[in-house]
């Protein structure tokens, strides 16, 4: 009777292990439980000064970031629509599905989209940047779009590599990364890497709830700004940074989100994002010994490119990724993420970042483990003890 599985299901906490929204630490659930305050007050003005100068050294850069009270997908819109004109040749690096709906808000936008593919296990191929740069004398490509961290795949980009590329074709395209399941996870320079445009989000390793966007920009991206044509008003950068100046904003803000944002570079900070860096690391090492043990694959391909910030495993052929899945969510109470695209119900994603402890990963992959043998899904067991092993590790 008392041995009999799972009689209490929800007690405890829910584990969040999809690769964004992460787990809110309970520093920054305090922070923003507080009375809204007036937007256009002084206090409002000195918390926004803060935050537009300390959130620069995240993204690595002395220019101007850009905060938006909306999803990341807003930022991904507000990158082109500040920078381009309407019919603007734009080179798309398809390495997932998060690539791919960037891809097609460029087109909505009236964007000329070339599309460079991959196999979805690979990153943003540098080579063939390069060859279509090379090939555009006429310098009519006017941006390269990449994503830093395929959220879908698992896979990162070389965003060096990709820069090279332009530089070595002498191309004057802008350069934008979407960098909303890496910032603040995964090691990102905007200044250093040549990057004209960072798309962010607050809720993957910013650790906050959805409902902040980020732009960081270059003054090279300020300058295409003043040039281009598509319309722009919610995301117009020029209206943010006139009011940004006295840290006001053009519209209401999402105010408490602020308040999280600020102990959340607090926490980044006392921590020091290299060691956050290094965290994060460190439980993907983990997760993918538990991976090999099982006997499964990741859909990453290339093993100098696997994500710290989730990992996505290929269910065996003929096994439901989804009902995996779903055996989890209901045996174990725990979120993982589904999917996507061409890789619907064929994979499962771990996501292993944000606020995340050794034995929070270790009862996400006991989680897993559990889960695959409670769903009929072939493995071999002793993946929780590889992780064990990599993380005993001094
Ligand atoms: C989560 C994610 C997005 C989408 O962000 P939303 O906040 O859902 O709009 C875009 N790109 C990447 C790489 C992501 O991980």
Redesign the pocket.
């Known amino acids: 009777m008392y041995l009999k599985r799972n009689m209490n299901k929800k007690n405890g906490r829910h584990f969040l292990q999809i690769?964004?929204p992460s787990c809110v630490p309970d520093r920054i659930q305090r922070a923003m439980a507080r009375p809204v305050i007036d937007h256009r007050g002084p206090e409002f003005a000195t918390l926004g000064r803060e935050l537009l100068a300390r959130i620069r050294p995240i993204f690595a850069t002395d220019g101007p970031v850009i905060i938006y009270p909306s999803?990341?997908?807003g930022a991904?819109e507000a990158a082109l629509a500040n920078t381009l004109s309407p019919g603007d040749k734009v080179l798309m690096c398809e390495t997932g599905h998060?690539a791919m709906?960037w891809a097609g808000i460029a087109g909505r936008l009236r964007l000329d989209a070339r599309v460079i593919d991959t196999d979805w296990r690979h990153g943003a191929d540098p080579a063939a940047i390069e060859a279509a740069l090379a090939d555009d004398k006429a310098n009519d490509i006017k941006a390269v779009c990449v994503?830093h961290?395929?959220?879908a795949t698992g896979v990162v980009s070389n965003i060096t590599a990709v820069r090279k590329a332009i530089d070595a074709a002498s191309h004057p395209a802008l350069l934008m990364v979407?960098t909303?399941?890496s910032l603040a996870s995964i090691d990102y320079r905007q200044d250093e890497w040549g990057v004209d445009v960072t798309v962010a989000?607050s809720?993957?390793g910013l650790m906050l709830p959805?409902g902040l966007?980020f732009n960081g920009v270059s003054k090279k991206a300020l300058k295409a700004a003043e040039s281009a044509q598509l319309p722009r008003s919610y995301w117009n950068w020029a209206d943010m940074l006139a009011s940004n100046e006295d840290g006001y904003f053009p519209y209401t803000p999402a105010t408490p989100l602020m308040f999280g944002l600020r102990e959340s570079i607090n926490m980044l900070n006392e921590e020091g994002l290299d060691n956050v860096f290094a965290r994060h690391s460190r439980h993907a090492a983990a997760t993918r010994a538990a991976v090999n043990s099982w006997g499964l694959e990741t859909v990453c391909a290339d093993p100098d490119a696997h994500s710290p910030s989730l990992t996505a495993i290929f269910t065996p052929d003929g096994h439901s990724a989804d009902h995996l899945r779903k055996v989890i969510l209901e045996n174990y109470d725990m979120s993982l993420g589904t999917g996507l695209g061409r890789l619907a119900d064929k994979v499962f994603r771990v996501g292993h970042l944000g606020s995340l402890n050794d034995l929070m990963l270790m009862g996400a992959l006991s989680g897993v483990e559990m889960g695959l043998g409670l769903a009929g899904v072939p493995h071999n067991p002793g993946g929780v003890q590889a992780a064990m092993d990599v993380l005993g590790r001094a």
């Open positions: 690769p964004g999803s990341g997908s991904w998060f709906l994503v961290n395929e959220t979407d909303i399941s989000g809720q993957k959805p966007s």
